[in-house]
């Protein structure tokens, strides 16, 4: 058992040492496919086998930051920049995921997600020499169904057809626009851009996937690039670019713990036609959009009968870039639920 504890130590500070690079902390409501908790979990279903998963992912932004700085709210507020900061948003995601194997080399899986989002936020009023009025205010919760996300995935490569323990697989497909991104607020404007359940773009997405199998343990590492296009209000969320390094340990036959490292680039977004664009709003400037940022995931995973799985994972900021000023992540609650029939 001790030393079960140590190799387990090990790979856990495998994946904390590695380069720093970064996932930026509003990639949760900038990407509304559900791609990025899906991918690892369903990439290989086996042949002629269907596979269910339900994942929930709560996310908690509650801090501002500057560049790799981090700033109060009262910073902000003295800066006189914006009458409108966030404070808080939660982010609650629900993803159900259905894959099919057609062959040894070949799967397929779609992706649908439900969102919900709130945000608290202050609104600040220059009083001049009287100072500033500040007046907490509340946004009414935006809920519906996201963007759904459709793709393929293709074993280019596997030293051997049964049980391999080495393989690389290709991955293509396309995130649609099926959650609304016109959603309104009382006075008649757009909800910022990145609390709407979808983008209203056709986003193609792709994937590489390297797994080695050396029992115990497992380790995989993929990239992920999705290309966003402009929807038809004229707005473009930025490009993202994603890594992952995971490893599994198995401890026993239905207990296996998780660690892993996700990098994302998010690029800037760009609203051509000013639909969505408020410069004394902080969310509604696109010059805070966009960034780098890393989190490391700890986890569990849990297989409690045949052929079912439970996960487990918190993900937590180890390193943020952003553009501009933007409310980032304290942390990400992920609990996966799959079955293969």
Not at 148 to 160: A, H, K, S
Not at 235 to 249: E, H, I, Q
Not at 299 to 325: A, C, S, T
Request: net charge positive; aromatic share 10%; charged share 20%.
């Amino acid at each position: 058992m001790k030393k079960r504890l140590i190799i387990i130590i090990f790979i856990i500070c495998i994946n904390t040492v590695l380069p720093q690079l970064a996932f930026p902390a509003s990639l949760c409501c900038q990407l509304s496919s559900g791609i990025q908790e899906s991918l690892l979990g369903v990439a290989s279903p086996g042949q002629r086998k269907f596979s269910l998963q339900f994942t929930y992912s709560f996310t908690l932004m509650d801090r501002l930051r500057e560049g790799t700085s981090r700033r109060s709210l009262q910073d902000v507020i003295d800066e006189r920049r914006f009458m409108t900061i966030p404070t808080r948003m939660e982010m609650t995601k629900y993803t159900l995921t259905a894959a099919y194997g057609f062959s040894p080399r070949f799967s397929a899986f779609v992706s649908i997600p439900y969102l919900r989002n709130t945000m608290d936020m202050v609104m600040v009023t220059d009083m001049g020499d009287m100072g500033m009025n500040v007046m907490k205010q509340a946004m009414e919760p935006v809920q519906d169904i996201g963007d759904v996300t459709v793709m393929g995935l293709y074993r280019i490569y596997t030293n051997r057809e049964i049980t391999p323990t080495d393989s690389i697989t290709i991955g293509a497909g396309i995130k649609t626009p099926t959650g609304p991104s016109t959603k309104k607020s009382d006075n008649g404007e757009f909800v910022h851009a990145h609390m709407q359940p979808g983008t209203g773009s056709w986003d193609p997405v792709f994937s590489l996937i390297y797994t080695k199998m050396a029992t115990p343990f497992l380790i995989q590492a993929d990239v992920t690039y999705q290309i966003s296009t402009r929807n038809p209000d004229g707005y473009k969320f930025g490009d993202s670019f994603t890594t992952n390094l995971s490893g599994k340990y198995a401890v026993s036959s239905s207990f296996n713990v998780l660690a892993g490292l996700t990098y994302l680039h998010l690029s800037r977004a760009s609203d051509k036609e000013g639909k969505y664009t408020n410069l004394t709003s902080l969310m509604d400037d696109t010059a805070n959009t966009g960034g780098d940022s890393i989190w490391f995931s700890p986890g569990i995973q849990v297989i409690p009968f045949k052929n079912g799985m439970i996960d487990l994972k918190m993900q937590f900021p180890i390193w943020e870039r952003v553009n501009g000023v933007q409310l980032v992540s304290r942390h990400r609650i992920l609990v996966g639920v799959s079955y293969t029939f």
